[in-house]
Every structure is written in C-alpha cells, then in structure tokens.
C-alpha cells in the first residue's frame, strides 16, 4: 500500500504530459536490455528505471586492467561488467554506463552463495574455486527494471529490480545451513591497480549495512555511499582486508576484526553475511546509494522503497518504463521493428543519470556538498558522443530533464576552478575524456529551442564564452591565435579544429539570438575555421602544422595519428554539420561531392583499417562509412544539401537495419550513453538533427508505418506514412500538416507545436 | 576594526565569569609553550588558543613510521612534531597532540624558502639538500598563540599566530625572484606506511588554494580540509605526485599537471607556490581547518579571520589566554612558580580540541556531517589518562566546556556501532587506545557536581551502563562472568579489573543520584571486583588466570607483560581510589600500609626497569613512584586516608619542583593531553581529587604563597596561605571560611559556592 503510493508519487515527478494517444499496448515487451551486451555494445542488462541512479546488474567479469604488469586490452570488452558469450557471473554490481568506450563504476558488487564460505571470486574457467556461479542464458530474463537468473553452482535464483536509487534483489535459497550474501568492495569495473583509495563499512545492525567506496581512475576522486538493508537477520558476518595496508592495529588486537566487528575500514575489503535458509526461502536486500553520505543513503531507502514488496518494486519500475516508450508510439507490423525501436528508446532513456540525493542534495566538481535548487542533477555526460542526437532527442521528448541537464552542466561550469562547462562530466569529476566543448551544441540547442528557461540565457551564453576562450585547454590557444590547432603541438588537431568551428558556430547563434553581436562576430568567424584544415589539393581536411604548412605525411583511410580521433580524413573530412552547403562548395560543388560522399558507402576499407578501431566491430562500417563511431553520424544526410536527397533515404533505410537489430550482438558498436540509439530514434521517425544549434531537421525515410509523438506540452505530433515498405525507402512526398515541403527540411517548432507529417513512399527516388 | 570586532566575539563565546578579582598582571607571559618540548614532554611549542582546532607549530622532523622496512623507535619522540635539540625546522603544520604517547596529526606542512626550488624535505644532516632550513633557540620566541622564528638557510623570518579555527603565518621574506611556499601534502607526524590515503587540491585562483589530506593509522579514517588564502597572488605554482598511485593519464597527457593546474588529486602530493618578494616583504597566509568540507573550512576562515592584520589576530589569541589563565591567579614571590603553574594552566587548555565548525556542523562516527545543536563538539578525548584530574579541572574552572565534552561524548556514543562511550576519541573515529571505560567517571563526576544539566543525568547513566555492559570490549564478558579479567584471555588483565572496578563505582553513584537501586546495587557489587585480583600472600595485585589461579610467573617491578599498563604492581596495586580506606584494610591496616607506601617513594629502582617505559624520563621516577605515567597519580594522597596526612604533604611538595621545571625538558614525562599538567594545578593548590565521581578533594600541601579561583559562577574561592616556604611544607592548619577543616579534605561544593581557605604552613609535621 505504502509502496503503491510511493509509485504514484515517483510517476508524479516524472514531466507530466497529457495523456492523449494513451497507448493500450505493453510497450515495456519490446524494449531487450540484452541488446548490446555481446561484442561491442558495451551495454548491460540489469535493472534500472529511467535516468536512474542505480544500474543493478549482473558481472560476468571484472578484468584487472593490468595483467603481469601490462594493459589487459580484453579489460576493454568489459565496460558494461556482461559479456553474454561468457558462462558465468561473478555478482550483482550497482552502477554501470551505459555503452561507453571506457569505464567505471561496479560498485557494492552483492553475490549469493551456498556451501562452505568462499570469499574470492574464483575464474571464469572454475568457478567452482570462488564465489562466482555458472548460468545459462536460458535460465536468464532482461526486461527493463526487471533481471532473473538462475545460479548453477549455488541453485539460487536471483532477481533484480530498482527504483531510481535503490537496488532491490530477491534470492531464491535453497535448504542450507550455509548460506551466505558476499558484498565485494574490491569488485570494480575496469580495475586499476590499487583503484580502491579506501573503503568504509559500518554494520549498524544484523540488517542494516553502510558505508562507502572510494576511487580514484577515470574519474580521480569518486566516492560513492551505500545503505544496504536485509529482509532477515543475518546471524553471523566478517570480512576480510586483502590490502597490505592495514588500520593501525596497535590497540585493536583486542578485537577480531575478521568477525562480527562492526567499524571496519581498510583499502581492499570483502565482507560475508551468514544465513540459514529454507527450501525456497526469499532473502531480499535493498542497496541504496548516494554520493553524498551513508545518511544520504539511507534517506533515499526509506523514501524510495521503505517496505519489501519487491513485485511492487518492480511494477513501479516498469510502469515508469511505460511512460517513458510511450512517449513515441510507433506502428509497424513486424514485432522486430517495434524491438528495435523500443530497445532503442531504452537505452537513450539510460543516461545521464540522476546524480542527487531525493533531498536534492549532490556532491559537486568540489567535492562539497551543494543543493540542486529546483532542478535534478545528473551526471555521466558523454558530450562528444551526446551533442549530436541524443540530446537534441530529449529537446523533443523530455525537454523538462534536458533544461534540469543544462542546468547541471551550468552548476558544473560554476564549480569549475578551470572555468569550463563539463567535457566528460562523471560523478562529481572531470574526466576530460574526449575533445572539443560539446556542453556548447547541448545549451546552446536547449537554450535556442526555449527549452531552458529565457532567464538562464545570459548565463548559459557567459559559460559558453568562457568555456571557448580557456586558452589552456587543448589547443585552444593556439586555436585562437592560428585559426586552426596545429598537429605538432597538439594530436588529433583536424578534429579538434572542426569540432571546436561548429561548437563555435552554435555560440554566434546563441549570441545574435541575445543580440550581443560582438560575441556573435567573434564566434562566426571563428565557425569558418574549418576552412584552415582543408587541404583543397586532395580535398581532404588535413592536419597543419605550426608553421602554417599541411603535414606532409597523411594517410586518408587510417584513424591511427593522422590528425583525427575516432574517425579518419574520409569520414571526418565532412564534417561541418554548421554549413554542409559551404563544404560542398569547398570540395568543387555537388559535381565531385556527390560521387565522393557516394564512394565512402561503397569503397572497399582494406582489413587493415579495421583492426585500428577498438570499439566498433566490423559490422558497425559500410564501406568506408563508420557508423560504429560518431564523427560520420550526420553524413547520411549530407544529399539533402545536393539534387540527392533520395539518396539519404536510400542511405538512412540501409544503416537502419544493418546497424540495429534486437539480439545481444545487435550494434555495431558501443552505444555510447545513448547517442547510437538516438540516432536510430530520430531515423526510424524519417529525420536528424544534423546541427544542433539549428532549428531544423533533415528529413531522411521513416522506417515505421505510422509513429505518434507524444509532447509534454500536451501536444502530439503524428507521423504518418502511406505506402511503407522495406522496398519503398524513397519520400515521394512529404506533407506537413497538409502543406507539401519543398525542401527535404523538417523545423522543430512544427514539431513542437503538434500536427502532423504525411510521408508517402515510393519504390523509386 | 573588522577584526577587532571579531576579537570580541571571540571573547564572548568563551564563557563569561564575573571578573571579580579582574588581575592587573599579564599572566600570559609566564605560560612557555616550549615547556615539555625536550626529551618526553611531547608537547609542541607552536601557536593555538584555548581548545583550538588549529595548533600551528614548527616540525623539526617527521620520521618515518618505519625504515628500512622496520619499526623506527626515535619515532616515538616526534609525537608532537618538534624536538628541542633539534637543529632544522622541516615546516610548519597545522594539527598536533599535546602530550600524547602516541601521535598523529601534522595536517599541511607549509614552508617558505628562498632560492632554486626544492621539493624534497632535505634531512636533519644536510637541510641544504631540501626545503628545510636550520634555526637557532636565540631566534626563536614562543608564547601562547604566538611563534616565531628565523629560517637560517632561507634568510626569513616566520611567525605563527591562530585563531580557533585558522593558522595565521608571516613570513618576513628577503629580496628574492626566487621567493616559495611549500605545501606538502605527503607531510604528517607518525607517518606509517602509506599513510596517505588520499590527498585533493584545487587552486580556486590566484590567492585560494582548498583541498583535504585522508589519512588511516591511529585514526583509520580521517579526513580533515583546509582552505588556504595568500595576502598576495602567487605568480606560478605547480605540484609533485611521489605516488605510482597515479590519476588516470590517458585523457590527461593534454595538460602538464606539474605546473599551473588547478584540480589536483593523489596519494603523495607536494605543491609549491611562487613568488617575487622585495626586501623585508610580508606574506601572509591564512590555513583555516575543517573536518566537514573545504566550504566548511572556508567559511570558518570568513568568521573567524576575514582580514590580514597579524597583530590583531595574536592580540585575540593572547586576550583568550589571558582571559583562561586568570581563572586561577595565584600569588608567589618566585617566578618559576609562576612559569611553572601558568605553563601547566596552558598545557591543561589545549586539549580535548574543537571540532566543529563556525556554523555547528562536525563528523561523526559514521562520517556522517552532525549538527552540534547547543553544544561545542570536540576530539581528542585521551580519557585514560584525563579521567583523573584534567576534567576534574574543569569541572571546577569550565563547567561550561566540561558539559560540552560530556555532550560530545554522549553524541560519540550515540553514533558508536559497537554503543560505547568514547575510549579514545579521536577526529571522527574511536582508535580504542589503552584500557578502561573512563568516560564513565568524566560523565559521572560532571552530573554529579551539577556541570552537566539534570535532564542529561538519565540519558547520561544509560549510556555508561551500555558502555559497562559491551561484552566484547575488552576483557568484559569474562569480567562480568568471573569477577575479574582473567591474564590468561585479555592481557594487561589487573589494571583492567581495577579499573572497570572504579568505573563501576563511578557507575554506582549516579544509579544511587538518580534512584536506580537496581544498577547501583550491581555496580557497587562490581566496584568490589579489585579485591579478586588481590593476592593477599604477597600483598600485591596479581595476574588471575580463567582457572582461578594467580599466574605463578610474576615481577612486582617490571611493567613488562605482569598484567599491568603503563605502571607495575607496585604502583598499580594501590589503584582502588574509590576506597582506599578498604585497601588499607586488606593490606593489613595502616601498620603494614605506611611503611609500604614510604618504601615505594623511597626504594631503590634496578636500572632495567628504567629501560622498559619508552614515555617518561628518568626523572619522571622517584623511587618506585612513576609520576611520569598516570596510574599512580593519586597515590602520594593516600597517606590521607592513614593517621598520617602529613607524609602526603611532604611528598606532593617533593614531587611538585622535581617534576615540573619551566625549561624545555622540565616535563619528567608525556604530558598526556594536559593531565600532568592538571595534577600540577591541584597540587599546587593545597587539594587533588583522589576520586573523580567523589564530591570530596583529599587536601595536600599547597605549593602557592596564595591563589584566587575565579569561577564561572561568578564566585571567588580564594586560598591564602599563611607562613609559606619551601621548607614550611606541612599544614599545620586548614580553615575553610574561619571554621578548623578536622578531616584532611575538601568539598567541591564548598569551593564552588565560594569563600576561603587559609592554610596555616609550618617545618614539621
């Protein structure tokens, strides 16, 4: 009763929008966690309920990323903690990314077992020597909010379920004397050496459990707090510190620590609770975290899910779920594409994640605690991959929590002692990851679009602004003063030189919207600095140097130093989502641009090439188009700028299905927070925002037969497609509210405002 | 002006007392911080105010816990950071125990320097090998809240001052391009093996440096945070992480974090700052401290110290000590009585320590942030040895901050996993040093003379019971199930028993206040439980073993491994001060007892024994009688309880010159937190409380020519002495208020509701 309440309560938080087309449908079936989790999705299956902060979720391996004093590079396929090649798991870990290129997280890694005590995991080959169990996938169930398994080796079967802070397990025992719940604070994901900076238990009573783990790695100083609670007493626990470095053990060899002490801390602990258990009893544990303090956890326990209904738990959860698919309902008649879609609204529904306590209270870049007044706080912001659509995405679906997402950016900004808006922004760290300041497309966007409130406009345009003038920051300075970065004094300087002349574009369109026409002078001019890098000789963007001379070694199809990061000249090349018209032009008009950007589908890539790419498969590349990574994520729309439009959609049809398919190994590759689903969002609809900051769309081929969006200002917006077939890729026309488009070029305040757009297909162009 | 005003609110957040007998004196200039700095004093000679959170004094080493992989003994004469006979100063550090036997602390070491940049500390041999520079005692001035010295090698002078909560230096710099200030981080007094824990800096801009220092050892998890503010920008700056425990690089190679990067964090960080100073310039710095958060730090540097004026600020610092010294003004003709007595007055008001910040907020236990609500929290509560007379002290001169104490320890409790009253109380963790639950007779005795207010009395005995009660402490199961703790399961086993013995009794007589004659009659029952560990055959407490028997093995010299702590049979045998009067009577009567107790002043002590206590000097023994450790403190009073109070008289007088010198090596042991001092205070004074927890004082001989007691209450108790000298140590009479004292002791309630004691003085007995 109390939960159901607590439901209604948490469904009420969410951004309301009417209900219109309420959809009778279970959408909630088509959305496969599983999706993503072989190969090189690098996404999870557990449990978790939008923008959550815990990701409860299964670990079948957590790598030391140093074997024998060397990099591990198979650390790599671990980002997400699952592999669903492999047969075992190790435990039930709270936080994970979502599809990143490195990671993180893991924490409070929870296992159930049975028999004799055994307090190291043992290996994937025997698990048998340690705490970890054999499954099977066919004993194995993936819904959103929703994990089962069932252990082999301890014939337990686990359940995992999640309201936004609180893990939720339920574990089926068998008769046992012996039964016992590992939690594991040595477990993380992508271990370093000595990762664990330390770690802190209180065992407050024979249920209640806090404290926390500290680490430092990707993100340098990153503490996370836990309050764990059991639906039965445990009647005994211990631990043990695999750490050299001990407490000061002066006084307290008057207690046996290793047992049934209450106060430990140490930098490598694994801690074991004892049960006896009946046939088919439940134990249930709910882990609730904070990144602010065990008392902070604790407070998020008893509001969030303060009983043991863990079905209810559940039902919350996936009614969340509900909500949030719903906001799109597509149609088609092949359940695959509703799989798809659903699986890809899922996962662009996973991160950023919330990152405050129900209090509102947060740990900020300072490390000190600060309140989110009147808006949620998120983190992990994986900018130079989530500029592009996913956020441009949430500017649609969720404007709500995308202005709160602004305005976490702003408060990082301000905590910021290098006076920049997050680059990689990853529980109260900079990570620097990546390049560019991709915060810039992201505000600008929301701001431009009225989805941050007009009086945070001056202050989002000052951040931006200094943000691009931190002359220490990669290039920047010479940026500045050359008009390109320079190869020799900075890597991968092509790309940063793009990257930086379109964020710098968004900027002066902020500025002129502000009518502050000194900053939007200052930064168109510098929009146009993609010019600098293009070798007109080749046609190719090329690295510089220094002295104002291209680089005479270049390779155009290797990502490997040749100026480019994630991407080579090829794709990179075609990147100035800012003024695709003045490219072409640059390149020689539609003439040579068109079989140019016709040749990148359907050159031959030699094997080489596809070995330099860690995290794509070779699945994720057409030709010599990499839609595995980001740099190219635009490029299929590119012929809307040429005579060609028809060729997108050609394009756009071909990706879709090649790229995206609901089983394990289905993308091809990392879906990186959600940008790779984003895209096959907005694709699937029939179109992309191909520069953020702009107020259109490029219209491409929707893939379903009909969607409705369904706005939170209540309004919808019908998608409509006559004639839909996987033969009729081609737009033979499209009507807007009944007004046929000249110009394959959708704006978002049609969008926005609800009607509805008639596309109708055709087998030919 | 600002500061002045602050100065004064200072002043009125101390608590008030009628100024009555308003002294014209400057008491402050017989207090000599560098009193106890040679040999085993363990005292530091730095700048701090009354119970201060900052204690800013010189190191002049910072040994290693271990060299060459082994325990390093000379460690142990660094618990305070500073020894006299050192030759070079490393640095100055902002936290340090007084008097304690083992240390910790020496949180952000700074040091100025001159010259070519050096990051390392040098060595004692070859300063000139590092940042640390030779000094010279004739240029060096110590005061309470004052310090100063002239750095030799660097050619500057520095001076120390402080508020509460903030460390203010000067530094008199010489013309120089090549001007620093050291930060280092790696720093810390009792440094164990990779005591670090962590270490987090950000440069917030050109005069603002915060960050915090995480350290385990003594406490195994102590974060404490600064916020550092410079009178002038420095011009550049830059760090050294001497860690392999490195931040993730990968994402970071594009920034030279060494120089001018400002978000640093690391297990090993040392930082510079860099300067151009002209001839004779002034730099300052604030350090303000914090154990909540760098915000907290930096808001307690705005309330306390918002502007740069030196002078006020040691002004401040001089008119509190001022303000607790003149709670006792005593009178004599000589000014090493004075030095000697004020010196003492100083030592017992430095410690237990604030710790809480400006706006109430502390950590606990659970690390959790607290509010103080109507209270002053502290730490560094060395309860076994400041049980005896140290909180006694201030039950008479502090009620006020004694209650506070007693509040601090009740919310230590309150937040203790194992539901213990503090043993050792230490910033945020209990480090469980020495024996006994001496809480019990601080909290007892402050309830009982009415320190603590009466609606407190109840919450306070349940938390003593509890205490008493904690099976798993210590020894106490087996206490509670045989009577005694038996040597053969919990070592150290007689002083044990003996005291939980006292504590019980503490216990006792708040149940019988409160009318639990349940409890009382139980505890009573246990304050009998010293007679179990009584061996009537040899007349001396003895190790029992589980079996019943006293262990055969057994030296009523040596301290070593005897069941005994810090003290032998001995001394420890006549610990049972909650009835001496019963002691004697098992010991055979006054008969067998007096000339017992005159050979233990007078004995002939084997050199070995000398050898075997590392935490007192020679000189801290006469005879037998070890004054040097606490265990035998009350012993020389117990001639009070024979026909021959008088013996008591002339060995207090003799312990008193022979034990307390107004020189650096004038301490015969470690001050222990202000308790030796504290017996100096009573003792001087004609009175000593045998029994904390008693109402009554057992009456010395006063060393005074006369002493007013300023009270809080606004009362005096003025104590004339008639006929004093060094050689008229015998009381020949005692009147209290014109009425004959017939018994040799002395009501706390009389001294508080005020009057006089005239002792009349003679050359015999």
Same mark, same amino acid.
């Given at each position: 009763?109390?939960?159901?309440l607590l439901?209604?309560?948490?469904?009420?938080?969410?951004p309301t929008?009417?209900?219109?087309?309420?959809?009778?449908?279970?959408?909630v079936?088509?959305?496969?966690?599983?999706?993503?989790t072989?190969?090189?999705g690098?996404?999870?299956p557990?449990?978790?309920?939008?923008?959550g902060?815990?990701?409860?979720?299964?670990?079948?391996?957590?790598?030391?990323?140093e074997?024998n004093?060397?990099?591990n590079?198979?650390?790599?396929?671990?980002?997400?903690?699952?592999?669903?090649?492999?047969?075992t798991?190790v435990?039930?870990?709270?936080?994970?990314?979502?599809?990143?290129?490195?990671?993180?997280?893991g924490?409070?890694?929870?296992?159930?077992t049975?028999g004799?005590?055994?307090?190291?995991?043992?290996?994937?080959d025997?698990?048998?020597?340690?705490?970890?169990?054999r499954?099977s996938?066919?004993n194995?169930?993936?819904?959103?909010?929703?994990?089962?398994v069932?252990l082999?080796?301890?014939n337990?079967?686990?359940?995992?379920t999640a309201?936004?802070?609180?893990?939720?397990?339920?574990?089926t025992f068998?008769?046992?004397?012996?039964?016992?719940?590992?939690?594991?604070?040595?477990a993380g994901?992508?271990n370093?050496?000595?990762?664990?900076?330390?770690?802190?238990?209180?065992?407050e009573?024979?249920?209640?459990?806090?404290?926390y783990?500290?680490?430092?790695g990707?993100?340098?100083?990153?503490t996370e707090?836990?309050?764990?609670?059991?639906?039965?007493?445990?009647?005994?626990?211990?631990?043990?510190n695999l750490?050299?470095?001990?407490?000061?053990?002066?006084?307290?060899?008057?207690?046996?620590?290793t047992?049934?002490?209450p106060e430990?801390?140490?930098?490598?602990?694994r801690?074991?609770?004892d049960?006896?258990?009946t046939?088919?009893?439940?134990?249930?544990v709910?882990?609730?975290?904070?990144g602010v303090s065990?008392?902070?956890?604790?407070?998020?326990?008893?509001?969030e899910?303060?009983?043991?209904?863990?079905?209810?738990?559940?039902?919350?959860?996936q009614?969340?779920?509900?909500?949030?698919?719903?906001?799109?309902?597509?149609?088609?008649?092949?359940?695959?594409?509703?799989?798809n879609?659903?699986?890809?609204?899922y996962?662009?529904?996973?991160?950023p994640?919330t990152?405050?306590?129900?209090?509102?209270?947060?740990r900020?870049?300072?490390?000190?605690?600060?309140k989110?007044?009147?808006?949620?706080?998120?983190?992990?912001?994986?900018?130079?991959d989530?500029?592009?659509?996913?956020?441009?995405?949430?500017?649609?679906l969720?404007?709500?929590?995308?202005?709160d997402?602004?305005?976490?950016?702003l408060?990082?900004?301000?905590?910021?002692?290098?006076?920049?808006?997050?680059?990689?922004?990853?529980?109260?760290n900079?990570?620097?990851c990546m390049?560019?300041?991709?915060? &810039?497309?992201?505000?600008?966007?929301?701001?431009l679009?009225?989805?941050?409130?007009?009086?945070?406009?001056?202050?989002?345009?000052?951040?931006?602004?200094?943000?691009?003038?931190?002359?220490?920051?990669?290039?920047i300075g010479?940026?500045?003063?050359?008009g390109?970065?320079?190869e020799?004094?900075?890597?991968?300087?092509?790309?940063?030189?793009?990257?930086?002349?379109?964020d710098?574009?968004?900027?002066?369109q902020?500025?002129?919207?502000?009518g502050k026409?000194?900053i939007?002078?200052?930064?168109?001019?510098?929009?146009?600095?993609?010019?600098?890098?293009?070798?007109?000789?080749?046609n190719?963007?090329?690295?510089?140097l220094?002295d104002?001379?291209?680089r005479?070694?270049?390779? &155009?199809?290797s990502?490997?130093?040749?100026?480019?990061?994630?991407?080579?000249?090829?794709?990179y090349?075609?990147y100035?989502?800012?003024?695709?018209?003045a490219?072409?032009?640059?390149?020689?008009g539609?003439?040579?641009?068109?079989?140019?950007l016709?040749?990148l589908?359907?050159?031959?890539?030699?094997?080489?090439f596809f070995?330099?790419?860690?995290?794509?498969t070779?699945?994720?590349?057409i030709g010599?188009?990499?839609?595995?990574?980001e740099?190219?994520?635009?490029?299929?729309?590119?012929?809307n700028?040429t005579s060609?439009?028809?060729?997108?959609?050609?394009?756009v049809?071909?990706?879709?299905?090649k790229?995206?398919?609901p089983?394990?190994?289905?993308?091809?590759?990392?879906?990186?927070?959600?940008?790779?689903?984003?895209?096959?969002i907005?694709?699937a609809?029939?179109?992309?925002?191909?520069?953020?900051?702009?107020?259109?769309y490029?219209?491409?081929?929707?893939?379903?037969?009909?969607?409705?969006i369904?706005?939170?200002?209540?309004?919808?917006?019908?998608?409509?497609v006559?004639?839909?077939?996987d033969?009729? &890729?081609y737009?033979?026309?499209?009507?807007?509210?009944?007004?046929?488009?000249?110009?394959?070029f959708?704006?978002?305040?049609?969008?926005?405002?609800?009607?509805?757009?008639?596309f109708?297909?055709?087998?030919?162009?």
């Amino acid at each position: 009763m109390k939960l159901l309440l607590l439901a209604a309560l948490l469904l009420a938080t969410v951004p309301t929008f009417a209900q219109k087309a309420k959809p009778t449908e279970n959408l909630v079936q088509y959305a496969k966690p599983l999706v993503g989790t072989a190969r090189m999705g690098h996404t999870y299956p557990g449990a978790t309920v939008p923008f959550g902060m815990v990701q409860l979720s299964p670990d079948t391996d957590t790598l030391s990323y140093e074997q024998n004093g060397k990099y591990n590079p198979r650390v790599y396929e671990y980002c997400a903690g699952y592999q669903y090649a492999d047969k075992t798991i190790v435990g039930f870990s709270h936080t994970h990314f979502s599809g990143t290129g490195h990671s993180d997280l893991g924490d409070f890694l929870l296992m159930p077992t049975t028999g004799p005590l055994q307090l190291n995991p043992g290996t994937a080959d025997q698990p048998e020597r340690g705490f970890r169990s054999r499954f099977s996938h066919q004993n194995e169930v993936a819904e959103p909010a929703y994990y089962r398994v069932k252990l082999d080796d301890h014939n337990i079967v686990a359940e995992l379920t999640a309201s936004n802070r609180v893990g939720m397990h339920q574990y089926t025992f068998p008769q046992s004397e012996q039964a016992h719940i590992i939690l594991d604070l040595t477990a993380g994901i992508y271990n370093y050496p000595d990762k664990n900076v330390w770690t802190f238990v209180r065992v407050e009573n024979d249920t209640l459990v806090t404290g926390y783990r500290q680490t430092h790695g990707w993100a340098r100083t990153r503490t996370e707090y836990f309050a764990m609670s059991f639906s039965k007493p445990f009647v005994s626990y211990g631990s043990r510190n695999l750490s050299k470095k001990q407490v000061y053990r002066g006084f307290w060899g008057r207690f046996d620590q290793t047992k049934n002490f209450p106060e430990l801390a140490g930098e490598q602990l694994r801690l074991f609770f004892d049960f006896k258990t009946t046939a088919g009893e439940k134990v249930k544990v709910k882990m609730a975290l904070s990144g602010v303090s065990t008392e902070g956890a604790l407070r998020n326990m008893r509001a969030e899910v303060p009983g043991w209904d863990f079905e209810a738990v559940k039902r919350a959860g996936q009614a969340l779920w509900q909500q949030e698919l719903s906001k799109v309902v597509v149609e088609s008649p092949k359940r695959v594409d509703k799989e798809n879609f659903y699986t890809a609204m899922y996962h662009a529904a996973l991160s950023p994640t919330t990152y405050m306590d129900v209090d509102g209270q947060y740990r900020g870049l300072d490390q000190n605690i600060h309140k989110a007044e009147g808006f949620t706080n998120y983190t992990s912001f994986s900018l130079w991959d989530t500029y592009r659509a996913l956020h441009p995405l949430y500017n649609l679906l969720q404007p709500k929590r995308n202005a709160d997402m602004v305005q976490s950016m702003l408060a990082h900004f301000d905590q910021s002692t290098m006076h920049m808006l997050p680059i990689w922004s990853h529980y109260a760290n900079e990570n620097w990851c990546m390049i560019g300041y991709h915060s &810039v497309p992201v505000i600008v966007d929301a701001v431009l679009k009225g989805v941050v409130p007009a009086d945070q406009a001056q202050r989002a345009l000052d951040a931006c602004v200094t943000t691009a003038h931190q002359q220490r920051y990669d290039g920047i300075g010479l940026y500045e003063q050359l008009g390109y970065v320079p190869e020799d004094k900075s890597g991968a300087s092509v790309s940063k030189t793009l990257e930086y002349a379109y964020d710098d574009w968004c900027i002066a369109q902020l500025a002129r919207k502000l009518g502050k026409t000194d900053i939007e002078a200052e930064f168109s001019k510098r929009a146009q600095n993609w010019q600098n890098v293009y070798d007109a000789r080749i046609n190719f963007m090329r690295p510089r140097l220094a002295d104002g001379s291209f680089r005479p070694r270049f390779d &155009v199809l290797s990502t490997h130093d040749q100026g480019f990061i994630e991407g080579n000249a090829w794709n990179y090349s075609l990147y100035v989502p800012q003024d695709p018209a003045a490219l072409i032009a640059k390149m020689g008009g539609e003439k040579k641009f068109l079989p140019h950007l016709d040749s990148l589908f359907t050159m031959h890539l030699p094997d080489k090439f596809f070995a330099e790419t860690e995290d794509i498969t070779r699945d994720g590349i057409i030709g010599n188009y990499v839609h595995g990574n980001e740099p190219a994520h635009h490029v299929a729309y590119l012929y809307n700028w040429t005579s060609q439009p028809y060729q997108t959609q050609a394009r756009v049809r071909m990706i879709l299905p090649k790229m995206y398919r609901p089983t394990p190994d289905g993308l091809g590759g990392n879906d990186d927070c959600g940008q790779m689903s984003a895209w096959y969002i907005f694709s699937a609809l029939g179109f992309y925002p191909v520069a953020p900051g702009s107020p259109e769309y490029a219209l491409g081929s929707p893939a379903v037969y009909g969607a409705t969006i369904n706005l939170e200002n209540g309004n919808a917006f019908r998608i409509t497609v006559k004639n839909q077939s996987d033969r009729n &890729v081609y737009v033979k026309e499209a009507r807007l509210n009944g007004q046929k488009l000249t110009r394959p070029f959708l704006q978002y305040a049609d969008v926005v405002k609800g009607g509805e757009l008639v596309f109708t297909m055709a087998g030919k162009p």
